[in-house]
């Protein structure tokens, strides 16, 4: 029996994503790459995405990297495989184009840290302050903020903003931290965290560091400083796996969600990737969020066009202006 359209939405509210069930003997890689053609879609996966979803993307990178690179695009259509706020960031960037997301409840544990009528009241309390707040957050947070930074570009940006300007980080306070250690300058973190960062263990970090003491540790600036400092390169996903690729070490110990093992393993063949582990037995270095997301529904999603990203046109272009600022300021930065 065929689905109507409305209640299609309406359970696609219920649930975040559509359900119908998928034609086992259907060739999904097949199926998504005639829907992309019939559709003018185009398909961008992040790098902590499952293997199968990066394997049929059209770009693989990390949130803004993906979200400018569909704005350029004549696609009608952005299938965001990542979490919410990465649609909403590609949504932002290109409102004429239909945005969206395989499972409308892959959110962000940082971004959720982080309600924005909470942080808007945080900031009216230091009304004096700039706000600079990391891409990892929501269309209301961007909204309130000053400036947009990512991991590759922060510290870049932070040091262009005059030290007698007090300023406010958010939300990471592990990234924040890292900025205040790296350019000696006191700023006002809100306390938001990644629960994928924030359980890598030091202890068995070291233990791997001794098991392998030729391998470098590749970290990401969301880690707790306690791991941060056995890193031998501290940088984005982007710039992990592009150090990866030209050093000429064999062997890596990887301090971020281990979807970028992928790619650094199709990069680099014959070297050698570890995941760094977690503090406990589970497998916690693997975001919950991104992997809601799979090929049946990434599927789902394209044959349906929902779950749709949508936002109120004056929030999103609140959110546009710190994102232009950023771009126009980091000019240059790779």
């Known amino acids: 029996m065929m689905v109507s359209m409305q209640s299609l939405r309406q359970r696609v509210d219920q649930i975040g994503f559509v359900d119908d069930p998928v034609d086992l003997t259907l060739d999904l890689y097949e199926e998504i790459e005639l829907l992309k053609k019939k559709k003018n879609a185009i398909l961008l996966a992040h ?6 979803i990066q394997d049929v993307a059209d770009f693989i990178g990390d949130s803004l990297g993906l979200s400018r690179q569909a704005a350029t695009t004549s696609a009608d259509i952005i299938v965001f495989a990542g979490v919410h706020f990465m649609a909403e960031t590609a949504k932002i960037l290109s409102p004429e184009k239909k945005v969206i ?30 706000v600079m707040s990391y891409i990892n957050c929501s269309a209301g947070v961007k909204a309130r903020s000053d400036i947009i930074c990512t991991s590759t570009n922060a510290e870049h940006l932070l040091r ?27 700023l006002t973190i809100w306390d938001g965290v990644c629960i994928v960062h924030e359980t890598f263990s030091e202890r068995k970090l070291l233990t791997l560091k001794v098991e392998h003491p030729d ?7 969301e880690c707790e400083e306690a791991v941060l400092r056995h890193a031998d390169y501290i940088g984005s996903t982007s710039g992990i796996r592009r150090y990866a690729k030209e050093n000429d070490t064999t062997s890596f110990i990887i301090a971020t969600e281990e979807g970028i093992l992928h790619q650094m393993r ?5 070297k050698h990737f570890i995941a760094a582990p977690p503090e406990s037995g589970c497998n916690c270095n693997q975001c919950p969020h991104m992997r809601l997301n799979t090929i049946e529904k990434l599927f789902m999603c394209m044959h349906h066009e929902l779950p749709e990203i949508t936002m109120e046109e004056s929030i999103r272009r ?11 300021m980091s000019e240059g930065v790779s």
Not at 47 to 52: K, M, T
Not at 318 to 328: G, S, V
């Open 47 to 52: 790098y902590y995405q499952e293997p199968a």
């Open 215 to 221: 391998a470098k540790v590749l970290a990401h600036p």
């Open 160 to 186: 262009m903003i005059p030290e007698s300007q007090p300023v406010i980080f958010a939300p990471d306070r592990n990234l924040g931290r890292w900025l205040e250690r790296k350019t000696k300058r006191k």
């Open 101 to 130: 997301l395989p499972d409308l409840n892959a959110g962000c544990s940082l971004a959720d840290t982080c309600p924005a009528d909470e942080f808007s009241e945080f900031c009216d309390q230091h009304p004096d302050h700039l």
């Open 318 to 328: 609140r959110a546009l202006k710190p994102i232009e600022r950023m771009i126009e």
């Open 266 to 270: 199709k990069d680099s063949p014959q």
